[in-house]
């Protein structure tokens, strides 16, 4: 399958863009899928996940509250709703997919076998 997310940019601090993550190749159907990021300088860390069939999502603490992972398995895409956005949530964010039973979400990065190429997301101060 083949991820390709958008919607990234400068964004000021307290504003709330939408990520969409689109799939080809294979239906998102298949797979749980998540959010990561990765800031300059750090590790990738996980962001949000949903299961197959958007029964069960999982968040970061930093960001639990104020994002929200969905998705449109008739559309293959995936969506991260971001709010109150901080310069701290500056960073690329990656769209990955993982095959497993519906039910099941995970969030570290080895479980996934997919990813796009990432987006990125700048906040101003």
């Known amino acids: 399958v083949q991820l390709q997310a958008s919607g990234g940019g400068l964004v000021q601090a307290g504003g709330s863009p939408r990520l969409s993550c689109a799939a080809s190749?294979?239906?998102?159907?298949?797979?749980?899928m998540g959010w990561f990021r990765q800031a300059p300088g750090k590790e990738r860390e996980f962001v949000a996940a949903i299961s197959r069939g958007a029964g069960s999502r999982a968040y970061a603490d930093s960001v639990k509250g104020r994002f929200t992972i969905s998705r449109d398995n008739a559309k293959n895409t995936i969506y991260l709703q971001m709010n109150s956005l901080k310069p701290g949530d500056t960073a690329v964010y990656y769209c990955a997919a993982a095959p497993r039973p519906f039910g099941v979400v995970v969030i570290t990065p080895g479980d996934y076998d997919y990813w796009g190429q990432g987006t990125q997301v700048t906040v101003s101060s």
């Open positions: 190749g294979r239906t998102l159907s298949s797979y749980v």
